[in-house]
């Protein structure tokens, strides 16, 4: 399995990470033995979150008889103060069978908000330092799926590594987000290398991404198929062929007018709806157990019936999606999720 230094972390990492999320839909016993057919493949680099369901406790479970050095972990935790933040982390580290974590991220940054809790006074960002101290964390992360937040939360210099959506259909982050983080030469982690769910073609995917050397693709996997088919895939080296650039440009005039970039300047709806909350419904569910996904979105699809249809969010919406008919769409289906509790 190739292996990369992670940017100035030193890290040596697999070329793909695992991604965490799907555990949450195994039984425990399932979980546990997928992680280690994983890391029997040769993956190192474990990816998943506090907030993962039974994710931390399957990964903690499946490390019970290796040498803690082979594996590089990265958690995260929600939190926006230090007190919270380090209540996360304990957990994390219980849970995770652990007495420390390679990289900690603070999870989903995507509004300014958030981003001045964490790093203001008695913000996580405080507990972040406290726990590096302590030798608790080696090194400082964050997520984010709002492109101008994470270049904000990286030209702060505080972190070492950055995780943020990247695919073929969500390259913007290519413009300006990956150079800010190069330049720094912080680890850089691909988030959705499968659009979430919602890109079929693994391969088609996987190939785009390995023009990036310096990336590493976090894919949820679910099956060790699923896993097997993506190393097979990352050993392919060379430039996309024609076929492929091809390809890729049908998926991208076929989902332009209908794909939602989660960028959120269609925001804010005069009804208070999430909008990017309802039109990603269909990748939570797939993702995430159902009752953990109607947790998650079902008061989103809730508000979306309020949709008035002023069409306010259309003319702010960047990518020309036609929202009002879109959450019609979404909400049509998610009835139909909630009567067969799978989304096809
Ligand atoms: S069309 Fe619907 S979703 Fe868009 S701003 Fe108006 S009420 Fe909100
Ligand atoms: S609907 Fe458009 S503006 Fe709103 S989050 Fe999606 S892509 Fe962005």
């Given at each position: 399995?190739?292996?990369?230094?992670?940017?100035?972390?030193?890290?040596?990492?697999s070329?793909?990470?695992f991604?965490?999320?799907?555990?949450?839909?195994?039984?425990?016993?399932?979980?546990?033995?997928?992680?280690?057919?994983?890391?029997?493949?040769?993956?190192?680099?474990?990816?998943?979150?506090?907030?993962?369901?039974?994710?931390?406790?399957?990964?903690?479970?499946?490390?019970?008889g290796?040498?803690?050095?082979?594996?590089?972990?990265?958690?995260?935790?929600?939190?926006?103060?230090?007190?919270?933040?380090l209540a996360?982390?304990?957990?994390?580290?219980?849970?995770?069978?652990?007495?420390?974590?390679?990289?900690?991220?603070?999870?989903?940054?995507?509004?300014?908000?958030?981003?001045?809790?964490?790093?203001?006074?008695?913000?996580?960002?405080?507990?972040?330092?406290?726990?590096?101290?302590?030798?608790?964390?080696?090194?400082?992360?964050?997520?984010?799926?709002?492109?101008?937040?994470?270049?904000?939360?990286?030209?702060?210099?505080?972190?070492?590594?950055?995780?943020?959506?990247?695919?073929?259909?969500?390259h913007?982050?290519?413009?300006?987000?990956?150079?800010?983080?190069?330049?720094?030469?912080?680890?850089?982690?691909?988030?959705?290398?499968?659009?979430?769910g919602?890109?079929?073609?693994?391969?088609?995917?996987?190939?785009?991404?390995?023009?990036?050397?310096?990336?590493?693709?976090?894919?949820?996997?679910?099956?060790?198929?699923?896993l097997?088919?993506i190393?097979?895939?990352?050993?392919?080296?060379?430039?996309?062929?024609?076929?492929?650039?091809?390809?890729?440009?049908?998926?991208?005039?076929?989902?332009?007018?209908?794909?939602?970039?989660?960028?959120?300047?269609?925001?804010?709806?005069?009804?208070?709806?999430?909008?990017?909350?309802?039109?990603?419904?269909?990748?939570?569910?797939?993702?995430?157990?159902?009752?953990?996904?109607?947790?998650?979105?079902g008061?989103?699809?809730?508000?979306?019936?309020?949709?008035?249809?002023?069409?306010?969010?259309?003319?702010?919406?960047?990518?020309?999606?036609?929202?009002?008919?879109?959450?019609?769409?979404?909400?049509?289906?998610?009835?139909?999720?909630?009567?067969?509790r799978?989304?096809?």
């Open positions: 399995m190739e292996k990369i230094r992670f940017g100035r972390t030193g890290l040596v990492v070329k793909i990470a991604g965490g999320i799907p555990i949450q839909r195994l039984s425990r016993a399932d979980g546990i033995k997928l992680v280690r057919e994983a890391l029997d493949e040769g993956v190192n680099f474990i990816d998943t979150a506090h907030g993962y369901g039974q994710s931390e406790e399957c990964i903690g479970e499946a490390l019970i290796r040498s803690r050095k082979e594996v590089i972990l990265a958690t995260k935790s929600p939190a926006l103060d230090k007190v919270g933040f996360n982390l304990e957990e994390s580290l219980r849970r995770l069978k652990t007495d420390y974590i390679d990289i900690f991220q603070h999870h989903n940054i995507s509004e300014k908000e958030k981003m001045e809790k964490v790093i203001g006074p008695d913000g996580a960002f405080e507990g972040m330092v406290q726990a590096i101290r302590q030798g608790k964390v080696r090194f400082p992360g964050f997520t984010s799926h709002i492109l101008s937040v994470a270049a904000e939360m990286i030209k702060t210099d505080r972190f070492d590594t950055v995780q943020i959506p990247l695919n073929f259909i969500d913007q982050a290519l413009d300006e987000v990956i150079p800010l983080a190069r330049e720094r030469q912080m680890g850089m982690i691909a988030m959705k290398p499968l659009g979430g919602l890109l079929d073609s693994a391969r088609l995917c996987f190939r785009y991404l390995s023009q990036f050397p310096d990336l590493v693709p976090d894919p949820g996997i679910e099956r060790i198929e699923e097997r088919e190393l097979a895939v990352a050993k392919e080296k060379g430039p996309l062929t024609q076929q492929e650039n091809k390809e890729i440009e049908e998926y991208r005039r076929l989902l332009g007018k209908t794909w939602c970039h989660r960028c959120d300047y269609c925001q804010p709806c005069p009804e208070g709806i999430p909008i990017s909350m309802v039109l990603a419904a269909k990748s939570f569910a797939r993702r995430m157990p159902f009752e953990a996904a109607v947790r998650f979105v008061d989103s699809l809730k508000k979306a019936e309020n949709c008035t249809e002023c069409r306010t969010c259309v003319e702010r919406c960047p990518y020309g999606l036609d929202i009002p008919v879109l959450l019609k769409e979404r909400r049509a289906s998610w009835e139909v999720f909630l009567q067969d799978v989304w096809n």
